[in-house]
């Protein structure tokens, strides 16, 4: 399984997760032991064993409790890892990476960007980061679930051509009634709470008394309930393309649909530029065309759906929707999308689509993800509620035609959530940095502005005008990156919340 099937569902909260397969003896089993817990896990280092890991990365697993109010109870292990100062002189503490999703690899992440990220450090920090439980090679779930519930267009719960959600409904039960009979105690532990405490064991394991940190996406929703739950242990904090804090996993999907709307402008522009001409993935000769002209191929896939160079696997409309917004996380992804529409457009070509497209994700993956959607907080039980949903948000965004509104497993979860979403305020130390694209497709500027306004006094905003989910080190806007380089290595911010050209 690549990365990028794993990446394109993950995508659903964040472009940064980036969740891969570790080995095998880096995914230990749940163990018991006796007594009480000791007061730090103890990290013993050695060299990251995983195929893309970087030279003098360093890699541990740490003992931690299932249920913290049980600590001498069973246990789980954690995947950490560190890259350490090359200025040992310049040092002056650790950098968490906190990753997206749910679902993305710390781990993975710290091998993508550690290079790039200690050359804008100077050896200020030591850079850190973690597998949240069910992912990578810290302790894994599963949820038993067939192959055709694993799909991508799946698990987004795209709704029939007509509207119909009766199969997303029936999935959404299939999926509910798995994870509860295979999942167990350890699908049940996977939460953003106890991620929160997973960090704090992490934080003592390294002998931090403060950690600074770079959340992006969902990750700045568990470093902003870090920052409340542990304002004491914040050194200076980062949150990369935020979610709306007063809203949960449910509303943060509904919010794709508007984000999606307001980021085609982008796609429509690039794709109708006469420099995609000589690229042949020209789609218009205006951008005003793109948006009807990709609305009514959809709808003739819809009726008509194309064969493929995939064995048993059609291009449909949700397919072509699904690669839409796989697209719109990043520039340079558009002409993927382009690819497949241009290949639409000749009747006679034999489509080949990207393999996260037609490639199941693996159980573990799909536990990990809707563990913690479904574990945070309740959804509505009743089908009527997104039925009426998805009915409304047809109509106000054909792009995502319903999807972002409808059912997921977290509508029939057999377990009520541990406790209450943590509320975000504005009492704590003035640490935080905020960084967002105004055009962001995942986590939009609005919501973006709902976290602002909760944090207050304790943070200042850095808005980019450009498009695309992911900003520090991603987008390449040389201007918000500095901001970002400068407070973490200086500690100093903009006096009030700034603005960076696109």
């Given at each position: 399984?690549?990365?990028?099937?794993?990446?394109?569902?993950?995508?659903?909260?964040?472009?940064?997760?980036?969740?891969?397969?570790?080995?095998?003896?880096?995914?230990?089993?749940?163990?018991?032991?006796?007594?009480?817990?000791?007061?730090?896990?103890?990290?013993?280092?050695?060299?990251?064993?995983?195929?893309?890991?970087?030279?003098?990365?360093?890699?541990?697993k740490l003992d931690l409790p299932l249920d913290y109010r049980h600590p001498d109870g069973p246990r789980v292990s954690l995947a950490v890892s560190r890259l350490r100062s090359d200025r040992p002189r310049a040092r002056r503490?650790?950098?968490?990476?906190?990753?997206?999703?749910?679902?993305?690899?710390?781990?993975?992440?710290?091998?993508?960007?550690?290079?790039?990220?200690?050359?804008?450090?100077?050896?200020?920090?030591?850079?850190?980061?973690?597998?949240?439980?069910?992912?990578?090679?810290?302790?894994?779930?599963?949820?038993?679930?067939?192959?055709?519930?694993?799909?991508?267009?799946?698990?987004?719960?795209?709704?029939?051509?007509?509207?119909?959600?009766?199969?997303?409904?029936?999935?959404?039960?299939?999926?509910?009634?798995?994870?509860?009979?295979?999942?167990?105690?350890?699908?049940?532990?996977?939460?953003?709470?106890n991620e929160v405490r997973d960090i704090d064991r992490f934080r003592q394991a390294l002998g931090e008394v403060k950690l600074s940190a770079w959340g992006v996406s969902y990750g700045t929703y568990v470093g902003a309930v870090y920052a409340q739950k542990y304002p004491q242990r914040t050194d200076r904090w980062v949150l990369d393309s935020s979610v709306d804090p007063t809203r949960g996993h449910r509303e943060w999907l509904a919010n794709m649909a508007a984000g999606a709307d307001d980021r085609f402008a982008d796609f429509a522009a690039w794709a109708a530029d006469p420099s995609r001409d000589s690229e042949g993935l020209r789609l218009g000769r205006?951008?005003?065309?793109?948006?009807?002209?990709?609305?009514?191929?959809?709808?003739?896939?819809?009726?008509?759906?194309?064969?493929?160079?995939?064995?048993?696997?059609?291009?449909?409309?949700?397919?072509?929707?699904?690669?839409?917004?796989?697209?719109?996380?990043?520039?340079?992804?558009?002409?993927?999308?382009a690819k497949i529409m241009r290949s639409v457009q000749q009747p006679d070509s034999l489509l080949s689509l990207p393999a996260?497209?037609?490639?199941?994700?693996?159980?573990?993956?799909?536990?990990?993800?809707?563990?913690?959607?479904?574990?945070?907080?309740?959804?509505?039980?009743?089908?009527?509620?997104?039925?009426?949903?998805?009915?409304d948000d047809r109509i106000r965004h054909p792009l995502t035609a319903g999807m972002p509104r409808n059912a997921l497993g977290c509508a029939f979860w057999k377990h009520a959530p541990e406790a209450k979403p943590t509320r975000i305020t504005a009492d704590g130390p003035s640490n935080i940095l905020m960084i967002q694209n105004l055009r962001d497709p995942s986590t939009p500027y609005f919501g973006a502005l709902q976290m602002r306004k909760a944090l207050g006094k304790r943070a200042r905003l850095v808005t980019v005008g450009s498009g695309g989910h992911g900003v520090y080190l991603s987008n390449g806007n040389a201007c918000g990156d500095h901001k970002v380089t400068t407070f973490l290595r200086k500690g100093s911010r903009p006096k009030k919340d700034a603005y960076c050209a696109g």
């Open positions: 399984m690549t990365n990028n099937i794993r990446t394109a569902l993950l995508a659903t909260l964040s472009v940064a997760a980036l969740a891969a397969a570790m080995p095998a003896d880096f995914a230990p089993a749940v163990r018991k032991t006796a007594g009480a817990a000791p007061a730090a896990p103890i990290a013993k280092w050695t060299s990251c064993s995983h195929p893309n890991a970087l030279p003098g990365q360093e890699c541990s503490g650790s950098l968490l990476l906190i990753p997206g999703g749910p679902g993305g690899s710390g781990v993975q992440q710290l091998s993508q960007v550690g290079t790039a990220l200690r050359k804008e450090m100077a050896g200020a920090y030591d850079i850190v980061s973690l597998d949240p439980r069910g992912v990578g090679g810290s302790t894994k779930a599963s949820c038993g679930l067939a192959e055709a519930d694993r799909h991508l267009v799946s698990l987004k719960a795209w709704p029939e051509p007509d509207g119909q959600i009766d199969e997303n409904i029936a999935r959404a039960k299939r999926i509910a009634a798995g994870c509860d009979r295979n999942g167990g105690a350890v699908l049940r532990s996977f939460s953003t709470a205006e951008a005003e065309d793109i948006r009807p002209s990709f609305l009514a191929m959809a709808a003739t896939l819809d009726r008509h759906p194309r064969k493929t160079t995939a064995e048993g696997v059609l291009l449909t409309g949700n397919m072509l929707r699904q690669a839409l917004l796989n697209s719109l996380y990043s520039d340079a992804s558009f002409a993927r999308v996260e497209l037609t490639q199941a994700l693996p159980d573990h993956d799909v536990a990990a993800m809707a563990g913690v959607i479904c574990n945070d907080a309740r959804w509505p039980h009743s089908p009527a509620t997104y039925r009426r949903a998805v009915a």
